[in-house]
C-alpha cells in the first residue's frame, strides 16, 4: 500500500526529544485517554521539514556513492539530481541505497529535473530506482543517455533557466558536436549554477558540475571564451589524469574542488 512506508526527515534534537517523551507516556501505566495524549508529542517530528535555501541561494550536496556521480541541488522551491551514481551486479544500486534516503531525508518527493551527464553505469545506475521511486518533470541528458519515455531533452550548450533567482546554464555540449561520433564522457552535460548577488559588488557564488569531460573538451570550452568561473568545482571524471588541465583550472580558478571516487582509488 501506498502508506505502508512513511518517510519523514530526521528532525532536530527538541523534536526527536518531544519524540521520545511522546512514546514513554504511551508506554506509561494509567488511563488509555491520558497515555494517548503522547501522540501529540509525536507531531513535531512527524510535521517538521528542512529549512529549504533563501531565495536566489542554493544548497549543493555531493552524495558518497563511492566510484560515481551524483548531486543534489535544492533552490527554494525547486529540487534537481544530477546524476545517480552506479548499479552494482547484486542488482541494487546506488539511487536505491544512497540517493532515495537522502532525498527522503530532506522531504523530497517529487523532482524539477534530472541531469543525466552521459550514459556510464557509474553515473545513470541508479536513475532506474529514483524513477520508480518519485515524479520527475523535465529530463536533460547527453546523446549515449537511453532514457525511456518522452521527458528527455538532449543537452545543449545555451540552455538556461531560472529558478527562485538561481541561473542554471549548459556550457557543453554545443549543438555542432553532435554532428560527428564522440565518446560517451567527451559528450558530457556541463552544468553551471549561479546564485544570485547578495548586495552590490557581491557577485554570486558559483557552482561547475563537470561529468567526465576529458582534456580535449576542457581546452576547447576555454578557448572558445565560455564562461568557467567557479567557486565550486566537481572535479571531471572523478580526478583521473584524463582531465583537470592546468589550463582548464586556471580558468574556473575554484576555492572548492570536490572528487567522487571510489575508496582507495
Not at 529540487?79 to 542488482?91: E, I, K, V
Not at 580526478?239 to 574556473?252: H, I, K, M, N, P
Request: aromatic share 6%; hydrophobic share 45%; net charge positive.
Amino acid at each position: 500500500l501506498d502508506l505502508a512506508v512513511w518517510h519523514s526527515p530526521d528532525p532536530p534534537v527538541w523534536a526527536q526529544a518531544l519524540l521520545r517523551l511522546g512514546a514513554a507516556l504511551i508506554m506509561a501505566p494509567g488511563f488509555l485517554p491520558t497515555r494517548l495524549v503522547g501522540i501529540l508529542f509525536f507531531m513535531p517530528a512527524l510535521l517538521w521539514r528542512p529549512e529549504p535555501p533563501q531565495p536566489g541561494a542554493f544548497r549543493l550536496t555531493v552524495l558518497d556513492v563511492g566510484q560515481g556521480l551524483s548531486v543534489v541541488v535544492e533552490t527554494r522551491t525547486h529540487r534537481l539530481l544530477y546524476d545517480a551514481g552506479p548499479a552494482f551486479q547484486s542488482g541494487s544500486d546506488t539511487g536505491e541505497r544512497v540517493v532515495l534516503p537522502y532525498l527522503h531525508g530532506r522531504a523530497i518527493r517529487r523532482l524539477d529535473a534530472v541531469v543525466a551527464s552521459h550514459g556510464d553505469l557509474d553515473h545513470v545506475g541508479g536513475l532506474k530506482s529514483v524513477l520508480a521511486a518519485m515524479p520527475v518533470t523535465a529530463v536533460l541528458a547527453g546523446p549515449s543517455v537511453r532514457w525511456p519515455g518522452t521527458l528527455l531533452r538532449h543537452c545543449e550548450r545555451g540552455q538556461r533557466w531560472t529558478w527562485d533567482g538561481v541561473v542554471f546554464t549548459v556550457l557543453h555540449p554545443a549543438v555542432a558536436d553532435y554532428a560527428g561520433p564522440a565518446r560517451p564522457n567527451a559528450m558530457s552535460c556541463v552544468l553551471r549554477i549561479t546564485s544570485q548577488p547578495k548586495g552590490p559588488g557581491t557577485p554570486g557564488r558559483v557552482a561547475l558540475l563537470a561529468g567526465d569531460i576529458e582534456r580535449p573538451q576542457e581546452l576547447r570550452l576555454r578557448a572558445q571564451g565560455v564562461d568557467l568561473r567557479a567557486d565550486v568545482l566537481l572535479v571531471p571524471h572523478h580526478g583521473s589524469r584524463t582531465s583537470s588541465s592546468a589550463e582548464f583550472l586556471d580558468a574556473v580558478a575554484p576555492g572548492w574542488a570536490l572528487v567522487q571516487a571510489g575508496y582507495r582509488n
